[in-house]
């Protein structure tokens, strides 16, 4: 266990300084120091002589490496049970900490059964059990006619409520009507809760995927993109917000990709209406127009745009409409990714990315000079502020002990067979980084290190538990974190 990190750059609050950084026996930080720059090993010195242990657990930080706290990934699709070929919790999590993300929260798809109901989640639960690299938290669902299971389901542990305005994909989680979104928002505001929607208007995608014509195949990524306008997203987001206003319940709009949008984010902000915002590594790293043919790695729903799209999202990141970057990372298997290659029509949508989401964002960012303390605060302070985790996403006294390690100098090309991902799939196989995660600790467990490369990543992740978490609950629905 780390009782004692010293680096010359650790991230606290908005400032990368030097400091010493004491954990407890719980695996929360218990003392900050700052030291002085070029200080690390006399600080180092006088902890061993005044520490009765001799310094026992300390971890010395490379002067280049930044300690950043750990990622808060709040958008993944581990798929495990039921369709675990895809992804499974031991992959997954591993692949996280490997990536630097120290807690993810999973999707109520493309599991089986979804996580619709409090049953349903005990379910997910036993799954992961015992196989978890990093902490673990759970979405729910909204499907037609489970209103009833929303405040069960909120106290069983969930962070909130996941629903689509349109085919989800999988027949289990099929998506709801505008009457059954509004019950279930006007159900959900009464205690409080969170629903986080995956807008696009399939009126829209149909009509454009019309005027397409009828063309065997669609083999152009841009093609493909075109029968996903950037209007099905600002359809779906203005009947969102109708549904905002009407009931007044806090709603998070997923995976925006149309900066055409943020007009409306803008205005309803100003109206004071309680929405956040979300987009993705791949949306600002990768451009429609660049995609090769019949590249079913790139697939995703909303799908990649043009560059100036991608610019205009960066721009709406740094003037704070968009809030936060989550990878959802949505792997498949090769028959699924594939399936009628090269017609990108017929292949899963998902792009897969746990692990190199937020190398990626913080190489593109470098390039935009943009610091590594915003890309935290994007991918970690506030997802973990999004979902309530109080003792996450920052490194500050009382919080987990949970850090990134990352080292801006040491670049490598992604290579997918290289990954923990199940399967060897991902949009950024070949794509070259500028900065590497080198090191993981969770809770003062150091998960993995470049120091010691042979070590196996160590298993010790925990559930975590949203704010409606009944005490005493008379389901036996495992041991929980307090964060």
Same mark, same amino acid.
């Given at each position: 266990?780390?009782?004692h990190?010293?680096?010359?750059?650790?991230?606290?609050g908005?400032?990368?300084?030097?400091?010493?950084?004491?954990?407890?026996?719980?695996g929360? $930080?218990?003392?900050?120091?700052?030291?002085?720059?070029?200080?690390?090993?006399?600080?180092?010195?006088?902890?061993?002589?005044?520490?009765?242990?001799?310094?026992?657990?300390?971890?010395?930080?490379?002067?280049?490496?930044?300690?950043l706290?750990?990622n808060?990934?709040?958008?993944?699709?581990?798929?495990?049970?039921?369709?675990?070929?895809?992804?499974?919790?031991?992959?997954?999590?591993?692949a996280?900490?490997?990536?630097?993300?120290?807690?993810?929260?999973?999707?109520?798809?493309?599991?089986?059964?979804?996580? $619709?109901?409090?049953?349903?989640?005990?379910?997910?639960?036993?799954?992961?059990?015992?196989?978890?690299?990093?902490?673990?938290?759970?979405?729910?669902?909204?499907?037609?006619?489970?209103?009833e299971?929303?405040?069960?389901?909120?106290?069983?542990?969930?962070?909130?409520?996941?629903?689509?305005?349109?085919?989800?994909?999988?027949p289990?989680?099929?998506?709801?009507?505008?009457?059954d979104?509004?019950?279930?928002?006007?159900?959900?505001?009464?205690?409080?809760?969170?629903?986080?929607?995956?807008?696009?208007?399939?009126?829209?995608?149909?009509?454009?995927?019309?005027?397409l014509?009828?063309?065997?195949?669609?083999?152009?990524?841009?093609?493909?993109a075109?029968?996903?306008?950037?209007e099905?997203?600002?359809?779906?987001?203005?009947?969102?917000?109708?549904?905002?206003r009407?009931?007044?319940?806090?709603?998070?709009?997923?995976h925006?990709?149309?900066?055409?949008?943020?007009?409306?984010?803008?205005?309803?902000?100003?109206?004071?209406?309680?929405?956040?915002?979300?987009?993705c590594?791949?949306?600002?790293?990768?451009?429609?127009?660049?995609?090769?043919?019949?590249?079913?790695?790139?697939?995703?729903?909303?799908?990649?745009?043009?560059?100036?799209?991608r610019?205009?999202l960066?721009?709406?990141?740094?003037?704070?409409?968009?809030d936060?970057?989550?990878?959802d990372?949505?792997?498949?298997?090769?028959?699924?990714?594939?399936?009628?290659?090269?017609?990108?029509?017929?292949?899963?949508?998902?792009?897969?990315?746990?692990?190199?989401?937020?190398?990626? $964002?913080?190489?593109?960012?470098?390039?935009?000079?943009?610091?590594?303390?915003?890309?935290?605060?994007?991918?970690?302070?506030?997802?973990?502020?999004?979902?309530?985790?109080?003792?996450?996403?920052?490194?500050a006294?009382?919080?987990?002990?949970?850090?990134?390690?990352?080292?801006p100098?040491?670049?490598?090309?992604?290579?997918?067979?290289?990954?923990?991902?199940?399967?060897?799939?991902?949009?950024?196989?070949?794509?070259?980084?500028?900065?590497?995660?080198?090191?993981?600790?969770?809770?003062?467990?150091?998960?993995?290190s470049?120091?010691?490369?042979?070590?196996?990543?160590?298993?010790?992740?925990?559930?975590?538990?949203?704010?409606?978490f009944?005490?005493?609950?008379?389901l036996?629905?495992?041991?929980?974190?307090s964060?």
């Amino acid at each position: 266990m780390v009782r004692h990190l010293i680096a010359e750059q650790v991230l606290i609050g908005q400032d990368i300084v030097p400091a010493h950084v004491e954990v407890d026996h719980q695996g929360a $930080v218990r003392r900050i120091t700052r030291i002085a720059p070029g200080q690390s090993a006399r600080q180092a010195e006088i902890v061993r002589a005044r520490d009765v242990s001799g310094g026992t657990g300390m971890l010395m930080v490379h002067p280049r490496v930044v300690v950043l706290p750990g990622n808060v990934d709040t958008h993944v699709h581990i798929n495990e049970p039921g369709r675990t070929s895809w992804e499974g919790f031991a992959t997954g999590t591993m692949a996280a900490a490997l990536g630097g993300v120290t807690s993810i929260v999973d999707m109520p798809l493309n599991s089986v059964p979804p996580t $619709v109901d409090v049953p349903s989640l005990e379910i997910k639960k036993q799954a992961a059990m015992g196989q978890t690299f990093v902490d673990v938290g759970f979405w729910g669902g909204i499907v037609p006619g489970n209103t009833e299971q929303l405040e069960p389901l909120w106290n069983a542990g969930v962070f909130g409520f996941k629903c689509f305005l349109l085919d989800s994909g999988v027949p289990e989680f099929p998506p709801v009507s505008p009457a059954d979104l509004r019950a279930a928002m006007q159900r959900v505001a009464q205690f409080d809760g969170l629903v986080i929607v995956h807008a696009e208007d399939a009126k829209t995608i149909d009509t454009a995927t019309a005027a397409l014509g009828q063309r065997r195949r669609v083999k152009r990524y841009a093609d493909w993109a075109a029968t996903r306008p950037q209007e099905a997203e600002m359809t779906a987001i203005e009947g969102l917000l109708d549904a905002v206003r009407e009931t007044g319940c806090r709603t998070h709009i997923l995976h925006l990709a149309a900066a055409s949008a943020l007009d409306l984010i803008q205005d309803a902000r100003a109206e004071g209406l309680p929405i956040t915002v979300e987009t993705c590594p791949h949306y600002l790293c990768f451009e429609a127009e660049a995609v090769p043919d019949g590249a079913a790695e790139f697939k995703c729903c909303p799908p990649i745009r043009d560059s100036g799209n991608r610019d205009a999202l960066w721009q709406g990141l740094q003037e704070g409409l968009i809030d936060m970057v989550v990878t959802d990372h949505s792997p498949a298997t090769g028959q699924e990714k594939y399936r009628g290659a090269p017609d990108l029509s017929e292949a899963w949508g998902g792009v897969s990315g746990l692990q190199v989401g937020f190398a990626a $964002v913080a190489s593109a960012a470098r390039e935009r000079g943009i610091g590594l303390d915003q890309v935290s605060k994007w991918m970690s302070t506030s997802t973990a502020q999004l979902v309530g985790l109080t003792h996450k996403g920052q490194i500050a006294v009382g919080y987990d002990a949970d850090f990134a390690l990352y080292d801006p100098q040491e670049n490598h090309v992604v290579s997918a067979a290289g990954l923990a991902h199940k399967n060897p799939i991902s949009a950024y196989d070949g794509y070259e980084l500028h900065g590497t995660v080198v090191g993981s600790v969770l809770r003062g467990a150091e998960l993995f290190s470049a120091q010691d490369t042979s070590a196996s990543v160590l298993s010790g992740g925990e559930f975590l538990r949203g704010k409606g978490f009944a005490i005493g609950d008379q389901l036996n629905i495992g041991a929980m974190s307090s964060s």
